[in-house]
């Protein structure tokens, strides 16, 4: 079946992300000199309205011209030193990352491996740090290569009392729950724009705790949080900023502020509960156990292999991802971050089709009707 | 139910049609100046272009900075002299508009009525052009406002060996259909560029045979042919073209053409039958008899409301054209044209979701698996 689409392949990806046309009015204007009050102003603007995403009023974050993991190094390389034991939950390729980043920087890891597409348990985690001296604990909220969710409240509860930092990757779940690091107890908080911010990649966002503050070194040249922050609350950067994803951002949280993060998150919550019924109507298997709500991992039925899959849904100009690291090939990816509520009928057409092409017996429509029950219900 | 969207609404109308990113990026471009090489050679390139669209080689068009109705009233001003009879088929909104145009200037009207929602009987017409000397019969192809299809090339058999000039509004039918106005005996095409063009409204098409060009008179000024089409032979313009919507028309001939004219209309032609059936087994009826594959005029399930089904459509950000004059509040009207056939599991999920909210018995899903059913066979 061919399809003769005249509009471009449609993006379902968990990162990037499609970008609305209010962002995308923004991006593409001319660009503005950002050693100016114009940039000052925006800038501040920016943060203030990033404030209210996180239910917090601190001062205490850094945006940083990079992808997401250049934050996460920046948190490794600011907040310990050489020889600091610390934790890193490994249940994917975000969870090595971690690791990764830890050794590199002369850190002593931990690496608490979990059998990917499950969550941490809390209390292997507590065990540990009731034995030993442990500086840190890095995690992922979101561990976007399986689609599980770590419980990042449960641990905080752990840290909270101690000399331990709770560094989270929330780059798949910033501006896409409810966040409220304060609340939670967590010490950093890692973000990227191309993903629930829906913009570009080339913008990654810090914040910390006064617990995190205290502990800043000053390893880091051009991620040192330390030189960011004093210009950044004057509404200045150390280093040459990603203006217009700056400006861009300004626009998102503009968005995601107008819609409020309570729904924001219930929005995804009822989509995400949505596309998961849907998919096992139709023979599919949710990878994790606990799935995060920004994005949905998926074992095709038996005997269908996911990659081709996906390229027949690519043919139909629509694209998800596939898996990464051992998961290649096993599992597909959609993302919800972005997406509308109406946007999932478009990729559950696509998967059905796609079945169906690859010889699973498939009822057309009735995944989406599935959905449609699920979101209206 | 509250959908929170972060996109903006996506639009069903027929006319105007969402822009493909591709035309988009044309259109934003910073203008260039007519008077320039530059703009000749794009000028020249597009009339190419256009060419293949009619399955013609004829240098007998022009380009207006007008929306379609300019292009209407060109025809009758360029093509008839006063006192001249013409029969205008009035079977809808835009064929009155045929009658009052021909008024306007001076021609002697022969308003052949048909009923709304029903296509005009060619024999009605063979019996005037035999009893009268008519020189013109003034049509649509695709009459919008009922979305009846009349039948243009039964019409061109008829006038084709007589003095009478088969004048078409193909405002919704040209980059829709496999157009073949020699073949088909049509003498002047009207087309415009908000609708299966995929651009902003402000430029309409004038395509006349060498029999309508024997015709041409002095009357116009703006919407003169012959000075018109002087200039636009040589890659220029009488008056200050539509610059960016004539570089958007040269992106989207070459999507058009990409696909091929004879590849899009069995595109566009799947894309209405699968929307009709799934329509229908919603409960809804299609209103014309004889419908064009441009879009589908719907009369929604007894006992709801047609304007109150867009409002609550609207709601999900979805929208879609309401009835135009005696049809207002009777029906709705859901744009092919611009679409993708993924894209119609958009709208019909909406239509879905807002009849169950209206009270209507809706099995969610019956309709887009319909769709999918009738457009994957």
């Not at 992922?140 to 599980?148: L, V």
């Not at 900023?241 to 998102?252: F, T």
């Not at 946007?343 to 449609?372: C, F, P, Q, W």
Request: glycine letters at 10%.
């Amino acid at each position: 079946m061919k399809f003769y689409n005249f509009k471009g392949e449609r993006v379902f990806t968990p990162g990037p992300v499609e970008i609305p046309d209010r962002i995308r009015e923004v991006l593409g204007r001319q660009i503005i000199h950002h050693r100016t009050k114009e940039f000052t102003d925006a800038f501040l603007e920016t943060r203030e309205l990033f404030k209210k995403i996180l239910n917090n009023s601190s001062d205490n974050f850094v945006f940083f011209a990079s992808s997401g993991t250049g934050s996460m190094e920046a948190s490794v390389q600011n907040f310990f030193s050489p020889g600091d034991k610390v934790v890193a939950v490994v249940g994917g390729k975000f969870g090595e990352r971690w690791a990764e980043l830890g050794k590199k920087w002369g850190l002593e890891v931990i690496e608490l491996r979990v059998e990917w597409g499950k969550s941490v348990d809390p209390e292997r985690v507590e065990e540990i740090v009731k034995k030993e001296n442990i500086k840190g604990v890095l995690v992922q909220m979101s561990e976007s290569s399986t689609g599980a969710y770590h419980d990042v409240k449960a641990l905080g509860e752990i840290t909270k009392e101690r000399d331990t930092l709770l560094v989270v990757d929330a780059i798949t779940a910033l501006g896409v729950y409810n966040f409220n690091p304060d609340e939670w107890g967590i010490d950093v908080v890692v973000g990227g724009s191309q993903k629930a911010f829906m913009l570009p990649p080339g913008l990654s966002m810090l914040w910390f705790s006064e617990k995190a503050k205290e502990r800043l070194n000053d390893r880091a040249y051009y991620f040192s949080v330390k030189s960011e922050l004093k210009k950044q609350v004057e509404g200045q950067t150390a280093f040459t900023p990603a203006i217009s994803l700056i400006l861009g951002l300004r626009e998102s949280l503009k968005i995601l502020n107008e819609v409020g993060m309570e729904n924001v998150e219930k929005k995804y919550e009822r989509m995400a509960r949505g596309t998961r019924e849907a998919l096992k109507e139709l023979g599919c298997k949710i990878f994790p156990e606990n799935p995060v709500i920004s994005l949905t991992a998926v074992l095709p039925p038996q005997g269908i292999d996911a990659d081709r899959l996906r390229k027949v849904m690519l043919e139909m100009g629509v694209r998800v991802a596939g898996g990464q690291g051992k998961l290649k090939g096993k599992i597909f990816r959609i993302s919800h971050m972005g997406m509308d509520l109406l946007d999932m009928v478009h990729v559950l057409s696509a998967v059905e089709l796609a079945l169906k092409e690859l010889g699973s017996k498939v009822e057309l429509g009735k995944g989406v009707g599935t959905y449609l029950e699920v979101i209206s219900s």
